[in-house]
């Protein structure tokens, strides 16, 4: 499985971004995709979950009412639509997908080490 996002930039604060996290290889669209972000001096943090199989979502708490997480079974791609963005979002963003599946994903899903697979990362910079 091989996953490449896309889809940051930079942009003041109060503004927004669509990530995209784009994958190719057999059984991905069954693997849940986790975004999750690292800025600098910090460990890397969940930020948003999607797992196709019942199109169920997650989101850690500093980003819910703010970002959604969407799932395009068809093309294999996992979004994150980031709306009202503030500086403290400033992070490199990375999409990342795991084998686990429903309550064992739920329990795991906030821990990088869970992951099998990852995208290169996006950088998300947020001005003020």
């Known amino acids: 499985v091989q996953l490449q996002a896309s889809g940051g930039g930079q942009v003041q604060a109060g503004g927004s971004l669509r990530l995209s996290c784009a994958a190719s290889?057999?059984?991905?669209?069954?693997?849940?995709v986790g975004w999750l972000r690292q800025a600098p001096g910090k460990e890397r943090e969940f930020v948003a979950g999607?797992?196709?199989?019942?199109?169920?979502?997650y989101y850690a708490d500093s980003v819910q009412g703010r970002f959604t997480v969407s799932g395009d079974n068809a093309q294999n791609t996992v979004y994150l639509q980031m709306d009202n963005l503030k500086t403290e979002d400033t992070a490199v963003y990375y999409c990342a997908a795991t084998k686990l599946y429903g309550s064992n994903y739920n329990r795991a899903r906030e821990d990088p080490s869970q992951y099998d697979y990852w995208g290169q990362g996006t950088q998300v910079t947020v001005s003020s």
């Open positions: 999607y797992a196709y199989i019942g199109m169920r979502t």
């Open positions: 290889g057999r059984t991905f669209s069954t693997y849940p």
